[in-house]
């Protein structure tokens, strides 16, 4: 997407370069086992990357890496318990662009501050999004047929995401807009709930990974009816695009990455930011993220992902005010 947003994200996605060593004050860093939390459920695509990541980082830390699911609220909970986490090292959250970018804008009050109470140290995957409908009594093969259905019987039909404010949450919604119509939003705690809804026709469609559309797709659960990307996608290469499925103006991503409590020592930020990029060089790990068609992000240090996330919420805060979403 050759525009402001990827502008600042494309030279850090092709990018090979490792970030320079941490210092020998890292050196005692760290002594015992390190948490890292997700905030959203088993079976989405930031437990699923985290627990291919994590091995890799307690080889190269020298210390069991342990991952605690701590879903709620679309990773506000998760993500806010590490942010009142003492700041010693002991523990990371791998949040996303939701509770650090989508959920500040909306009308309910945010229990923390994600840019004065976190630390930025790495970011992990770019995420790509698609849309998605169940086959499960609903025969669209188009999103011009289901933007004519949802058009028709506003409210009659119902769409999923793994939480309030979830990238999930916020795609589905703006592609409501874009489409002139009304449908009622059902949030789960995490995404495998989500697609066992869509395959079993609970919900009528939801936007996520492309690559975990897929499988719903190859079983004849669920049809993709575009992907957010300007090229199709090597996933879901029969699925158009959303500009050529008639929504040229429509976006939609997120993005992973470790975040410590605000007050932990820099030195073990950088330690734990030279870290996740080896691990993310690393071939096997780099080859899963390539399968899931999560590209790897590489090439930060600190404070360049600092800058990013602050220009992400610029970015997407007033946006999602704009949606209107109301706390449910």
Same mark, same amino acid.
């Given at each position: 997407?050759?525009?402001?947003?990827?502008?600042?994200?494309?030279?850090?996605?092709?990018?090979?370069?490792? +970030? !320079?060593?941490?210092?020998?004050?890292? #050196?005692?860093? %760290?002594?015992? =086992?390190? /948490?890292?939390? &997700? *905030?959203?459920?088993?079976?989405?695509?930031?437990?699923?990357?985290?627990?291919?990541?994590?091995?890799?980082?307690?080889?190269?830390?020298?210390?069991?890496?342990?991952?605690?699911?701590?879903?709620?609220?679309?990773?506000?909970?998760?993500?806010?318990?590490?942010?009142?986490?003492?700041?010693?090292?002991?523990?990371?959250?791998?949040?996303?662009?939701?509770? +650090? !970018?989508?959920?500040?804008?909306?009308? #309910?009050?945010? %229990?923390?501050? =994600?840019? /004065?109470?976190? &630390? *930025?140290?790495?970011?992990?995957?770019?995420?790509?999004?698609?849309?998605?409908?169940?086959?499960?009594?609903?025969?669209?093969?188009?999103?011009?047929?289901?933007?004519?259905?949802?058009?028709?019987?506003?409210?009659?039909?119902?769409?999923?995401?793994?939480?309030?404010?979830?990238?999930?949450?916020?795609?589905?919604?703006?592609?409501?807009?874009?489409?002139?119509?009304?449908?009622?939003?059902?949030?789960?705690?995490?995404?495998?709930?989500?697609?066992?809804?869509?395959?079993?026709?609970?919900?009528?469609?939801?936007?996520?990974?492309?690559?975990?559309?897929?499988?719903?797709?190859?079983?004849?659960?669920?049809?993709?009816?575009?992907?957010?990307?300007?090229?199709?996608?090597?996933?879901?290469?029969?699925?158009?695009?959303?500009?050529?499925?008639?929504?040229?103006?429509?976006?939609?991503?997120?993005?992973?990455?470790?975040?410590?409590?605000?007050?932990?020592?820099?030195?073990?930020?950088?330690?734990?930011?030279?870290?996740?990029?080896?691990?993310?060089?690393?071939?096997?790990?780099?080859?899963?993220?390539?399968?899931?068609?999560?590209?790897?992000?590489?090439?930060?240090?600190?404070?360049?992902?600092?800058?990013?996330?602050?220009?992400?919420?610029?970015?997407?805060?007033?946006?999602?005010?704009?949606?209107?979403?109301?706390?449910?």
């Amino acid at each position: 997407m050759p525009n402001r947003r990827t502008t600042l994200l494309l030279p850090f996605l092709a990018s090979p370069a490792l +970030i !320079g060593p941490a210092g020998a004050q890292t #050196a005692a860093w %760290p002594q015992r =086992p390190v /948490r890292i939390v &997700v *905030p959203f459920g088993t079976g989405g695509g930031t437990d699923i990357t985290t627990r291919l990541l994590t091995p890799k980082l307690a080889e190269i830390l020298g210390q069991p890496v342990v991952l605690e699911n701590r879903p709620g609220a679309g990773g506000v909970v998760g993500t806010d318990a590490v942010a009142k986490s003492p700041p010693d090292g002991s523990v990371f959250v791998l949040s996303t662009l939701s509770p +650090i !970018g989508l959920s500040p804008g909306l009308p #309910a009050p945010m %229990p923390f501050d =994600p840019l /004065r109470d976190l &630390v *930025p140290v790495a970011p992990t995957a770019f995420v790509p999004i698609g849309l998605a409908v169940t086959t499960r009594g609903l025969d669209s093969r188009t999103a011009s047929d289901f933007i004519a259905r949802l058009r028709a019987e506003p409210d009659r039909y119902q769409y999923g995401s793994s939480g309030i404010g979830t990238s999930g949450h916020i795609a589905s919604a703006t592609f409501l807009i874009q489409a002139g119509a009304r449908a009622v939003h059902v949030p789960y705690r995490g995404g495998g709930q989500v697609f066992a809804a869509l395959s079993s026709g609970e919900i009528h469609f939801c936007a996520d990974i492309p690559s975990l559309l897929k499988p719903m797709q190859d079983a004849g659960n669920a049809r993709a009816l575009f992907v957010a990307t300007e090229q199709r996608s090597n996933i879901l290469p029969e699925t158009p695009t959303a500009a050529e499925a008639g929504l040229p103006d429509y976006k939609a991503y997120s993005w992973y990455g470790f975040f410590a409590p605000a007050g932990t020592p820099r030195a073990i930020v950088e330690r734990m930011a030279a870290a996740t990029d080896q691990a993310l060089a690393d071939p096997t790990v780099k080859a899963r993220f390539d399968e899931l068609g999560t590209p790897t992000m590489r090439g930060f240090n600190p404070d360049s992902f600092a800058a990013y996330v602050r220009d992400e919420v610029a970015y997407w805060v007033p946006r999602v005010r704009a949606l209107g979403i109301r706390s449910e």
